[in-house]
């Protein structure tokens, strides 16, 4: 075992996006941070999201303001950041009488009260006032507001049943959830972190204020100790774990695990819009292009029984999903039509909420100093407000520790996003004129994922050759190269379904691993 002696501010325990997001915020504050992850960036719930930046229009049903308004605040500004991993989206909402409220709703318990002759009916007045109030909570700037859709005319309504004739359109945003995690990473290294991917905390233990923490490599089980003033569980799923196991507290804080699981079908409509299916049990189903080729569909919620337990989306979870989406289609999909399925988990805070449905989508950061030195856990939180969540952090942060810089995150750009919102198409065209050999697809592809850096990984390339070993589905060995030197990639896995999507093509996994392996070989070689 070997050890630092040097003691840093802060050990950010868990790469997902809210570890990542507070470590690139404190360390851009003047914090010395080193961040821990078991396993690879966005391996759990952040890679397994809507893919939204979203405000949230059912927590509306659920009173929860705060929360609604602090996302909508930060579409905006967090689609100025990272224009290329981000873009708006239309969301057509059709409407029928049948719509209902879930249950247990504060909404739906107050209308039952005043209006029981609606017997849990979503009335259409109700959903526009809630779309207005969508429009207005977050002051947009960019983003297009709530129109009425004619579904008898228009691509809108083409793949729906013929009974629905009205809907409404309103806005959100997109996002490239694990990318987001990567760069948030990659910027936190680049302002002076360190980041340790396949890292397990094995043990933390305080001793006059300062925590000793045992690290160990997944990979060849060496382990290692350092020091920090202050440790931040951002463990997701594994929060309380790490609180009751690793950090050994004494606090009560519970974490409530709720998965929530979609399937990946093929492409089911043509047009770039979004659906947002409103079912008669109250509950709601997104409809999203997704990758050019498919439609992504989801989410479910259900009780998760423990992080250690993978989650899986399963065939009652697949079947009401379809039969979810079969409500609104002209043309019935079945099981045969998904290509793939994924599921995460999301480690709310326990509020003692009824079902996994209510139970709160808001963040809350708890300090506990009962171990010895202080420790700052992360329950909850939405992927559109993580960033607001890291400034939060770095409040509490500073109750224990001296931070001499204020927030200083909004409106700066994450790697390879420093160019205006609508410059994509521009940006595409001028990759294309700078590499010939680019089709309008890859080039696309290219400038979605890495925005400007796209020039700088292609470097002096003037042929699909000089890009190196062909993995298939236009991935190649330049492209590999940067995302282990510059993302933490490691595998095929990380790869073809984290810093992008590419598994979905046809691409060949083994030959990637292959090559990913030797090149690790090398890089232990030269250190």
């Known amino acids: 075992m070997s050890g630092d002696n040097k003691v840093s501010d802060l050990l950010v325990i868990g790469g997902g996006i809210n570890g990542c997001g507070i470590a690139r915020d404190a360390v851009g504050r003047g914090l010395t941070v080193t961040l821990a992850e078991m396993n690879d960036l966005a391996s759990a719930t952040s890679s397994a999201s809507t893919k939204l930046f979203h405000g949230g229009l059912r927590y509306l049903e659920y009173f929860e303001f705060r929360l609604v308004r602090e996302a909508l605040i930060e579409r905006e500004t967090l689609l100025r950041a990272m224009p290329h991993i981000s873009w708006p989206m239309r969301f057509v ?60 005319h228009g691509p809108e309504g083409a793949p729906l049943n013929d009974k629905f004739s009205k809907a409404y359109e309103y806005s959100d945003c997109w996002i490239e959830d694990s990318r987001l995690v990567a760069l948030n990473a990659r910027d936190a290294v680049l302002r002076g972190a360190t980041v340790l991917t396949r890292t ?37 799923p594994w929060v309380g774990d790490i609180l009751r196991q690793q950090i050994r507290s004494n606090s009560q804080d519970g974490v409530r695990l709720v998965r929530g699981s979609h399937i990946v079908t093929r492409r089911l409509f043509d047009h770039d819009k979004c659906y947002f299916f409103q079912g008669t049990d109250g509950r709601i189903m997104f409809a999203i292009p997704y990758e050019t080729d498919f439609t992504l569909i989801g989410t479910t919620d259900q009780e998760h029984p423990d992080a250690s337990v993978k989650p899986v989306c399963t065939p009652e979870e697949q079947q009401y999903m379809i039969d979810f989406v079969n409500g609104y289609l002209k043309e019935p999909i079945s099981t045969d039509d998904i290509v793939w399925t994924y599921s995460g988990v999301r480690p709310l805070y326990d509020d003692g909420a009824s079902s996994a449905t209510a139970a709160t989508r808001d963040y809350t950061l708890k300090l506990d100093d009962s171990a010895g030195a202080p420790a700052l856990n992360i329950f909850g939180g939405k992927i559109t407000t993580y960033r607001r969540l890291a400034e939060s952090a770095l409040d509490k942060i500073g109750e224990r520790l001296d931070v001499k810089r204020g927030p200083w995150t909004a409106g700066v750009a994450m790697p390879g996003g420093d160019f205006p919102v609508g410059d994509v198409a521009k940006l595409i065209a001028n990759l294309m004129t700078a590499y010939p050999f680019l089709n309008e697809r890859w080039a696309k592809r290219l400038i979605r994922a890495y925005g400007t850096d796209a020039r700088l990984m292609l470097g002096d390339a003037t042929t699909p050759a000089d890009l190196g070993q062909d993995f298939g589905g236009t991935l190649t060995a330049a492209e590999v190269d940067w995302l282990m030197e510059h993302e933490f990639a490691c595998t095929a896995e990380d790869v073809l379904w984290r810093r992008s999507k590419l598994g979905l093509r046809q691409t060949d996994a083994a030959a990637l691993d292959t090559y990913m392996a030797a090149a690790r070989g090398k890089k232990k070689d030269i250190a």
């Open 93 to 152: 909402l059709p409407y029928h009488a049948d719509m209902r409220f879930e249950g247990d709703t504060p909404t739906s318990k107050l209308l039952s009260f005043v209006m029981p002759w609606m017997k849990g009916r979503r009335p259409a007045w109700l959903i526009r006032l809630g779309l207005f109030m969508y429009d207005t909570l977050g002051g947009r700037q960019i983003l297009p507001s709530t129109s009425t859709v004619n579904l008898t």
């Open 200 to 236: 397990k905390v094995v043990s933390a233990d305080a001793a006059d204020g300062i925590w000793t923490v045992t690290l160990q490599d997944t990979d060849t089980g060496a382990t290692r100790t350092i020091r920090a003033r202050m440790v931040v569980n951002a463990g997701g």
